[in-house]
């Protein structure tokens, strides 16, 4: 029986097997989304008929005896930041609700799709992808999954709580600076940060042109592998998109860890965290057996640096809206651009600059380790409304902005990353990074398929 | 370590004049905060001794 607990493989199993019809899996995920939806808050558009006549065209396909590929009737959704056919792109934004529909899908949507996944709607998101809590004052507050008083993260905020609650076995996302991992450790799902240039961002509203990554969230390692095998790939429509041929990482879920170099960030890595945070690394160490600790050199200016690269490029692509509209932007979002196009250039160059250093620096770091391990955010999910500043270790840092404290220095150099989740009874969910050098996304699905096979991570739905 | 850096409501509208923007009256307050915190993170990165040949170019290969 396939319900909310079942993984997209299986769906998919059972699908290409005849056994199951790809119109009841989508009928079913519409249903749950019908039913939780309202309290969760993590969709802001839902595709109903549209998506049983793409589940019929499947069973059609497959009644044919074609192929219609390895997630057949798979049910999905995506970030507003993606353009959905037929669909304005929100981008959890009122501005943009005004624009024509789009006219294509964004290509990892419609990768997604040519694999066979059906996709059922459209998800929460922190306005322009600019924050880590979906409190989206146009469009409500998402909810996590694991506890309704408290923030989903953001800013793909719907789109891990719409895996958490199991209205979706698969979603995808967008990661700056950490908004797929921040949602993925808060409410307790796995998500993956691919390689800058790995996923192609065609047809996604940029937040920072140049470390904007796409990618998905699941509920189990091989349901990642198995969207970031059908997302993953050259795109000529994306300027940035790498010619490499991209591993298929299914097939490296089975391999174990027996030789890898694994190592715990220190310094940068260890402070300002809460105690739950960094017990959450030590667990996942003592269970791989990394015992070696490393350092990344200025990881503290390497945050400083992405703070200033996003705030420049943020702004110079809203200028004219701040100009023209700024009071129909979100306040949340809107105070924060509009100081950054105050911002002088020599600032943005210096950061690039900074970056270019840093880069350099990490890969020595990953001459020595294959995976790095470290939290994924300071805290747990913060309270939905929760005051701006938050006293850790005697220091006052912003309650929303310090989620970023630990992703930030790594998609800046887009670092391929994986949040895994450590949910348990009666506490709220926290993540750790797997963190590898770039286009080595293979060695982190082996890690994390170990983690999940040895009952050290995983992702159950919240009932 | 550096001083915490100041930003008033005047800096913000003077800087907001160069670049054609408007800034509403409510939110300077607001502006100001964030890009005190801002040039906080640029005062971060000032602070750190470059090597002079790195550069933000990027790097072409046939």
């Known amino acids: ?463 | 370590m550096s001083e915490p850096v100041r930003v008033t409501d005047a800096d913000v509208e003077r800087l907001a004049a160069q670049v054609g923007l408007t800034i509403a009256p409510e939110s300077r307050a607001a502006v100001a905060q964030h890009l005190a915190g801002l040039l906080a993170a640029v005062l971060l990165l000032d602070e750190f001794a470059l090597p002079e040949p790195i550069e933000p170019a990027p790097r072409f290969d046939p």
Not at chain 1, 71 to 91: E, R, S
Not at chain 1, 208 to 214: L, T
């Open chain 1, 1 to 463: 029986m396939i319900d909310a607990t079942t993984s997209a493989r299986s769906i998919a199993a059972s699908v290409r097997a005849g056994k199951t019809r790809a119109r009841d899996v989508v009928a079913g995920a519409l249903e749950r989304i019908a039913r939780r939806n309202a309290a969760l808050n993590a969709f802001t558009a839902v595709l109903g008929e549209r998506a049983l006549a793409d589940a019929d065209s499947i069973d059609r396909r497959l009644a044919a005896g074609d192929d219609p590929g390895p997630l057949a009737g798979v049910p999905f959704a995506a970030k507003n930041l993606f353009d959905v056919t037929g669909l304005a792109t929100l981008a959890g934004s009122k501005i943009n609700a005004g624009h024509p529909p789009a006219t294509r899908d964004a290509a990892a949507v419609a990768r997604l799709r040519a694999a066979g996944a059906v996709l059922v709607g459209a998800l929460n998101m922190d306005e322009y992808a600019y924050g880590f809590s979906t409190e989206n004052t146009h469009y409500g507050p998402t909810r996590n999954p694991r506890d309704p008083s408290r923030i989903a993260g953001g800013s793909s905020g719907g789109s891990a709580a719409a895996v958490a609650g199991g209205l979706v076995p698969l979603t995808l996302g967008t990661d700056t600076n950490g908004s797929i991992r921040v949602p993925a450790a808060l409410c307790g799902v796995f998500g993956l940060k691919p390689t800058f240039g790995r996923v192609s961002r065609a047809g996604v509203v940029p937040l920072a042109w140049s470390f904007d990554h796409v990618g998905p969230f699941a509920r189990h390692v091989a349901d990642l592998a198995s969207a970031f095998d059908a997302i993953a790939g050259p795109d000529p429509l994306d300027p940035a998109c790498s010619t490499l041929p991209p591993p298929r990482c299914s097939g490296e879920l089975e391999r174990g860890i027996d030789g890898l170099r694994l190592a715990v960030a220190g310094g940068h890595f260890a402070r300002l965290a809460a105690d739950e945070a960094l017990a959450a690394v030590t667990r996942v160490a003592a269970a791989l057996g990394a015992r070696r600790e490393v350092s990344l050199p200025e990881a503290h200016r390497a945050r400083a640096a992405a703070q200033v690269i996003t705030a420049c490029e943020g702004s110079a692509y809203h200028l004219e809206n701040l100009r023209a509209r700024a009071a129909d932007f979100d306040p949340m979002i809107r105070d924060r651009l509009l100081a950054a196009a105050l911002l002088p250039a020599a600032a943005y160059l210096r950061a690039q600059r900074f970056r270019a250093w840093y880069r350099a620096r990490v890969a020595e770091v990953f001459r020595e380790v294959d995976v790095l391990l470290a939290p994924t955010t300071p805290w747990t999910a913060p309270a939905i409304g929760a005051p701006w500043t938050t006293r850790i270790d005697g220091t006052e840092v912003p309650t929303r902005g310090h989620l970023g404290v630990f992703t930030q220095p790594l998609s800046f150099i887009g670092l391929p990353v994986i949040s895994v989740p450590l949910v348990s009874a009666g506490a709220l969910p926290v993540g750790v990074q797997l963190i590898a050098a770039p286009f080595n996304e293979a060695v982190l699905f082996r890690v994390a398929a170990r983690l999940e096979a040895d009952g050290v991570v995983g992702a159950p739905v919240a009932m």
